[in-house]
Every structure is written in C-alpha cells, then in structure tokens.
C-alpha cells in the first residue's frame, strides 16, 4: 500500500515512510492511494476478540509490516494496561449503543491508537534502517497529550513534547501530564488556545530551517496528532468491531446498517469511521456532533467552513477547536483525489480562515449529518443519561447523544446507533457531579473536604455519590508530584523545541 498527500505533489510513501513522516513534504496528509476492502467478511469476524480484528484492519492498510511484527505491535498495545478485557465493550443505554473507547491507560479514547503508535513508530524506524533520534511533537487539547506521553515514554530513539493551551483543559487533565514520568518527556502550556497549539506545531513542520538544524544533529520531527496516519487507521478498527458485536448481540443482521454518532474535534474519529464504511462496513449515517464551536455542523449543512466565529470554552475541551485537521482528508476523497482543490481551500483557510467546497464535495458530504449541543444542553444529556437508566457518561459522549437524540427526532430513522463514548466521566468530573446534581456542599461533604473543591475532590464525591469505579489511572492524582511546570507564548513554540532538544 502506498501513501499520497492531500494536497497533490505526487510522492508516493510506504506506510512506514508516513508514518515517520507525520505530515507530507507539501504540508498536506497522507492517505492511501486505494482505501481496502474489508480483509474478512462479517461472519468470518463473528467471536473474534479485539486484538484479532484489529490486527486484520489495521493490517490491511499496514501491509509492509510483517504477519509477526504486525501481530507485536497489537499485542504490545492492546494488553492488560486495558481495563477492560474486551479492550472495547459495547453497551446499551437510552436506546442507543455505546461504544466504550475509554479503558486504555489514561482514560481517553486516544489510547486506542497511541497505544499502538509507538510500537508502529519504532517498528518503522528498524524497517527503514533509520538512525536519526525521533522527536515526537504534539498539540493537545488534553487527552491526547497524556495518551502520546503514556505510549512513548521512555520509549528508546524517541524524545516527545507535548504543548498544551494553559487555561483550555481540566485539572485532572493537566496533572496526567505534568506529573509524566519518563527522561524523555517534555510537557509545556502555551499562553493560547488550542487552535494556537495545533498551528504553531503545523508552523514547525513546515519550518525547512529549523529541520535542517535538528537533522545536523540527528533528529528528525514526526507528529503524534491525528493528522499522523499511524494515529488514524488503528481507529478504523473498532467501529468494525462494534459492528461485529452487534450482529452477536443479534440488534443487527449480518449487511444490516448501523449509524455512528461521533463526537467531533479535530474530525479523526468520525474520519475512521468514514474508511470504515469506504471498506464496505455497512455503515448508514456519520452522524457528527460537536459542541458550542459548530463549525462542522454549519459546514456539514452548507459546505462553507467558515472559522471566523466566536470561540467558545466549554465542558467539552477536546471539542473546543475551530480548525479540524483531518477534514482535510475527507475533502481529498470526496473531491475524487483533487489536490489541487485540496491547497486551494487549506490556503483559503489559512489567509481568510473561510472556504467553499465544491458541489462534488457537497453531494458526498449527504453521507453526513451535522448537530450541535449546547452547555444546557450537555447537561441535561448527562443527567437524564444516569438518573432514568443508569448510565454515566462524560461530556463529550453527552453532546453526541443529545445529537444522536436530534438526529433521530428530526428524521425518524431507526436504524441501530453506535456511539462512540470518547473518554471517562472523570476527566471531567467538575462538570459531570454538576450535572449529576452534586453542588458544591455536597461534593465537600462527600469528598471530606472542608475547602473550594478541586478537581480532585470532584472525582472522589462523583465516585462516591454513582458509585462507578474510577479508572485507576486517575486515582491518587493529586498526590503525585508536578514534574513539568514550563510556560511560553504561542509565538516561542520553535524556540522551545530547539532549546528542549540541545
Ligand atoms: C479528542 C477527543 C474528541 C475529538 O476527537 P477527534 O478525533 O479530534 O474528532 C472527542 N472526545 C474526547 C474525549 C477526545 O479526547
């Protein structure tokens, strides 16, 4: 399988060279020339376990990885660190399905790829004989710092740093970073947003200076964002998943479709989602749900992204983000592979932050529906979630079921819904308790503290007032020592990069 950038220069990359890479020489994405036709049929895939599917999907894409190094990278990330034994488990609840992608080691969906990233990395690098050092470069809207700072720490021939916008992500996600063990690790905030992060990260990949300088001394940038194909497809591979269980759960028959509702940042998730259905997974909407900042939701209706808005905060912080990398990718295969079409809209984005696809864009984009949610609204999604059946959900996986609920008010459509819920309710335990009615008298008595509560205590009072275990990663947070405590502003960012790697 080759690789091919969105925006057009023609070079084609092994998936090992991509994957080193991070991002294309003309700053575009990879994506594979062809996307595979599902290795197994359906019932071939009945009884499987996680591992087996994900070593099939992930394989299909992968192919110059060998059966037995590919069969090592799944068994190095997907193992006991999950504290699931089905890694993925798929539950029912308010008439819908969801798809728990939060049982990796910090919480967050994110585990399910960088837990594999690092093992394909270095796979990689022994493949392509490489000697230089490579340093990992991430923004983070919170959890995939953690998530890439857990998967390559103290990972040999690897250097990883990790920015983050200071005031845009919670307390518990925070102190997962700056308490990162590892002599390889570097966690810094950056005085901006999220969006800030992500550009200024971009603005170093394409920094042909500042590479020349680090390959001098032997050190070569790859990214571990979403816009890194090594973060993208080992995604595809649970929603094939889900839909094999589905159909042991009997909720679907074999070709059946099954909606997904994803709840949407950076448009990674829903994107695998997207291949996943391209490989003939009987997939029937996209259902793309995000927060206060829907400009997906205006694009998806209108097929103008226009990123000139307000940018608001929400209890959502992984969804706080106006420029959503991989639609890139979506563009570049709805428009027939035209990366031309692709660098004229990515340069429209950058110079006037607005563009308008074409009408052979727009007729692809009817494969997706577009919602949004509200702060109330979240709320209201979480409380009804866990007071009428049960079921505890954080944010983020709130605002895709009140859309998923939108969607199926407005278009009647039964069809079997997955939903993928992205991350623990106690990442973001603050606003969850909120919802769950837990004001701030009763989280001091439950979490015994006579002060403001922390972030902390709101993980201790949620535990005690639901009782749903905290995953482990997140316990005795608040004793473990902050090892990271650098600041800089969004225009320092290559500054520290080089001062960290002398
Ligand atoms: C990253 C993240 C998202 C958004 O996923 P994208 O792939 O960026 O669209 C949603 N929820 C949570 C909890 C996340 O960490």
């Not at 990366?339 to 052979?360: F, H, I, T």
Request: hydrophobic residues 40%; negative net charge; glycine residues 8%.
């Amino acid at each position: 399988m080759r690789y091919e950038s969105t925006r057009g220069n023609r070079e084609y990359k092994s998936s090992t060279e991509a994957i080193i890479r991070g991002i294309a020489e003309d700053r575009g994405l990879y994506v594979p020339v062809e996307i595979p036709a599902l290795p197994l049929k359906i019932e071939e895939m009945r009884g499987k376990t996680y591992q087996q599917i994900a070593f099939e999907i992930i394989h299909a894409y992968f192919d110059e990885y060998t059966d037995s190094e590919m069969k090592s990278c799944i068994e190095g990330a997907y193992d006991g660190k999950f504290e699931d034994p089905q890694i993925v488990p798929v539950k029912k609840a308010g008439g819908a399905w969801f798809m728990e992608l939060y049982h990796g080691k910090t919480a967050a969906f994110k585990d399910m790829a960088l837990s594999i990233l690092p093992y394909l990395m270095t796979s990689a690098c022994r493949k392509e004989g490489e000697k230089d050092k490579i340093c990992i470069l991430a923004a983070t809207s919170g959890d995939t710092g953690k998530a890439a700072l857990a998967g390559f720490a103290n990972v040999d021939g690897t250097e990883i740093i990790v920015f983050y916008p200071q005031k845009g992500v919670s307390q518990v996600q925070e102190r997962q970073m700056v308490s990162q063990e590892g002599d390889n690790t570097h966690v810094i905030a950056i005085r901006g947003n999220f969006d800030d992060a992500q550009t200024g990260v971009k603005k170093i990949f394409a920094d042909d200076e500042m590479k020349k300088k680090l390959a001098a001394e032997g050190i070569k940038l790859s990214s571990a964002n979403s816009i890194n194909i090594g973060r993208l497809v080992p995604q595809v591979a649970y929603y094939v998943y889900s839909y094999v269980k589905l159909t042991e759960e009997g909720a679907l028959k074999e070709g059946d479709p099954m909606n997904v509702v994803v709840p949407t940042g950076n448009f990674g998730n829903i994107l695998a989602a997207y291949m996943a259905k391209e490989m003939g997974l009987p997939i029937g909407k996209l259902i793309c749900a995000s927060n206060e900042n829907n400009v997906l939701t205006d694009f998806i209706r209108t097929g103008v992204y226009d990123a000139r808005r307000q940018f608001y905060l929400t209890s959502s912080p992984s969804m706080d983000i106006l420029i959503s990398s991989n639609l890139e990718r979506l563009l570049y295969l709805l428009s027939g592979r035209d990366g031309k079409a692709v660098s004229d809209w990515m340069k429209a984005l950058e110079a006037d932050k607005v563009y308008e696809v074409s009408k052979k864009v727009r007729e692809g984009l009817a494969d997706f529906y577009g919602g949004f949610c509200t702060e109330r609204e979240a709320r209201e999604a979480i409380a009804a979630l866990w007071n009428e059946e049960g079921y505890l959900v954080d944010t983020h996986t709130a605002v895709a079921y009140k859309v998923y609920r939108d969607y199926a008010e407005e278009t009647g459509d039964e069809t079997p819904a997955v939903i993928a819920s992205t991350a623990s309710a106690y990442k973001f335990a603050e606003s969850v308790a909120d919802a769950c009615g837990l004001d701030v008298g009763k989280v001091k008595v439950l979490a015994n503290s006579a002060a403001e509560p922390t972030g902390f205590d709101y993980v201790k009072a949620l535990e005690k007032a639901t009782g749903v275990r905290v995953p482990s990663g997140l316990r005795d947070l608040e004793d473990k020592p902050v090892l990271h405590d650098r600041v800089c502003a969004k225009d320092e960012m290559s500054e520290v990069v080089m001062e960290v790697l002398e």
